[in-house]
């Protein structure tokens, strides 16, 4: 699976990767909706850290669709509640 952080460029991922990734974002989405900026800050950190952490980078000239896109590590908690769908950021 492809995951692009906006402004940062795209890692290969695996299934079970994805799974265990899946807990961030249930921590980030918590955040969201309960409207805790700091919460929603340190969750969004560690998933984009995870995600650099587990993924295996791409070639910057590589032209991969993107499976799952997250936000840039500066997004703010009101554009991050734009993108979410009833799964969170990362379905599943």
């Known amino acids: 699976m492809i995951v692009r952080i906006l402004g940062e460029g795209q890692w290969n991922v695996t299934d079970a990767q994805v799974a265990s990734l899946n807990e961030l974002d249930s ?3 918590s955040a ?3 409207g ?3 919460t929603f800050a340190q969750s969004l950190d560690a ?3 995870a ?3 587990v993924g295996v980078p791409l070639p910057d000239e590589s032209l991969e669709d993107s499976d799952l896109i997250l ?3 500066d ?3 009101e554009e991050v509640r734009e993108l979410l769908n ?4 990362i379905p599943g």
């Open 32 to 34: 969201v909706d309960g």
């Open 27 to 29: 921590a980030v989405e």
């Open 36 to 38: 805790d900026r700091e």
């Open 51 to 53: 995600v650099r952490s």
């Open 86 to 89: 009833d799964d969170g950021l």
């Open 75 to 77: 997004a703010t908690l």
């Open 47 to 49: 998933l984009l850290a």
């Open 71 to 73: 936000p840039p590590s």
